[in-house]
């Protein structure tokens, strides 16, 4: 245990060394960028910036393992493919970082601006309402290479007036907030409700912006005591649960996915009940997907399981930083609970929202993101163990809008590749007008399509139940 102390210190000591890029080089003036087609990697664009720890967790993950964001619009009225096509070269040229690639310089990955970066922009024809599942299927698989670029892809599926745009996005670059805040301007865009967009600064590195508690010298007490913290936690968790079920190891699988919506009679019941209770949304919905995972995948077996939640760190960092800067904000955070089949839903519900509050309250969030390249480190090179049973991302109330001029948005989806050292089941939600669509991730070696929706119901069950009487 000391030795991982002392590691844990090592690592904290050279994110110290990592400090405040105080210099940053701008990238090229948007006239020098041309859209071609030639092959970026035989020419060496400016260096952006150096990647920040979260960022280099992420970038480690995907040498695992692909690491996508999917995102899809369901349209009515959908523009022609050629106005969605000049709205992204409009975005992409808004983003510094879908003009960009990652490569090593030295011993460090740095973003570096693509000479001449090419839009990746497909068109399908659309055969079937359901035909956008199987691509963003595909797209959760799909292995980006960060050196060549561009860092994100996308298809449109269409037929007479009707389409299914598929976004898919290095997970490096972009998070929920800024992804959802890049689909409201291209919706714009397409619509005619704005006819172009600045360029934009590139997005600074997250860590500068930290408070002064969680940098310097200051973070690396911080980070050793959040750290012995998890260790203990872990230890403990791999004590109570000798000779119980844990996560199996199944490495490779194919990533499937699955949707649940919650409509908005059961979204105001839930969230009056909530209030009453002193209970977030985001802690209901994830005791009801620790409580169905157990019921379905632990046979409801008293154990302790293990969740993550993606705190957007945003709002925290000095000064705040908004969405419109494509980039990936986020930490994880790891909670473990004791939790039995028959656990009455108010006091998992309660238990998850005191160990949320308390993290993000201590500032663990920032520890957490700090600690993730080490993290990821561990989890990829000794392959001995999975990350959690569940996860959850929820983003609250989205900024899109059910109507862009004539063209009418009537679904929303967003995935995570599915993951073999990630949990379980993973999920994404988020309240969309007065409903949630909470979109879910799994593989096909950890449970099969009608297993993932027999959990589905469950979840739906629960939290029916839960609005009504304590349960």
């Not at 659309?126 to 698989?141: K, L, N």
């Not at 469950?458 to 009487?469: G, R, V």
């Amino acid at each position: 245990m000391v030795i991982y102390v002392f590691k844990w210190l090592n690592a904290a000591e050279n994110l110290c060394e990592r400090q405040a890029i105080k210099r940053r080089i701008p990238y090229p003036n948007k006239e020098r960028t041309l859209l071609g087609e030639l092959d970026s990697r035989k020419f060496r664009g400016s260096m952006l910036r150096k990647l920040g720890t979260f960022e280099r967790a992420m970038l480690i993950t995907n040498q695992h393992a692909p690491f996508n964001i999917i995102s899809v619009l369901r349209l009515e009225n959908a523009p022609a493919p050629h106005i969605l096509r000049e709205a992204l070269l409009k975005i992409q040229k808004r983003q510094p970082f879908l003009r960009a690639r990652i490569v090593d310089r030295g011993k460090r990955s740095c973003f570096e601006a693509l000479p001449f970066p090419e839009l990746p922009f497909q068109v399908i024809e659309r055969t079937s309402e359901d035909q956008w599942r199987g691509i963003a299927e595909q797209e959760m698989v799909h292995h980006h290479d960060p050196s060549a670029g561009a860092l994100f892809r996308a298809s449109y599926i269409y037929k007479d007036g009707s389409g299914d745009l598929v976004l898919n996005v290095y997970h490096t670059i972009m998070d929920a907030a800024s992804g959802m805040n890049l689909l409201d301007e291209l919706l714009q865009l397409c619509a005619g409700d704005i006819t172009d967009l600045p360029p934009l600064e590139l997005a600074p590195l997250m860590e500068a912006h930290f408070p002064p508690q969680h940098r310097g010298l200051h973070r690396i007490f911080t980070i050793a005591k959040y750290a012995l913290a998890q260790m203990g936690d872990m230890m403990r968790f791999n004590w109570q649960t000798r000779k119980k079920r844990t996560p199996p190891m199944n490495l490779g699988g194919k990533g499937h996915i699955a949707t649940l919506t919650l409509p908005e009679d059961l979204v105001d019941l839930l969230s009056r009940r909530g209030r009453k209770e002193g209970v977030t949304l985001n802690s209901l919905l994830n005791a009801a997907l620790m409580l169905a995972t157990n019921r379905h995948l632990y046979n409801g077996e008293n154990t302790p399981m293990q969740t993550f939640a993606f705190p957007n760190l945003r709002p925290y960092t000095l000064p705040p930083i908004g969405p419109e800067s494509l980039a990936n904000y986020i930490s994880m955070l790891r909670f473990t609970v004791e939790i039995s089949g028959e656990q009455g839903f108010w006091n998992l519900a309660h238990e998850l929202h005191t160990q949320i509050y308390n993290a993000l309250k201590l500032g663990d969030k920032f520890s957490a993101a700090l600690m993730s390249e080490m993290l990821m480190k561990t989890f990829t090179t000794l392959k001995s163990m999975r990350m959690g049973s569940t996860a959850l991302n929820y983003s609250g109330k989205v900024p899109l809008k059910m109507q862009y001029g004539e063209i009418k948005l009537v679904d929303l989806h967003g995935f995570v590749s599915a993951y073999d050292l990630g949990p379980e089941i993973s999920s994404q939600a988020r309240l969309f007008g007065e409903q949630i669509i909470w979109d879910f991730m799994y593989l096909d070696t950890d449970m099969d399509a009608a297993l993932a929706e027999d959990i589905l119901a469950e979840i739906k069950l629960i939290l029916e139940k839960a609005s009504q009487d304590h349960v």
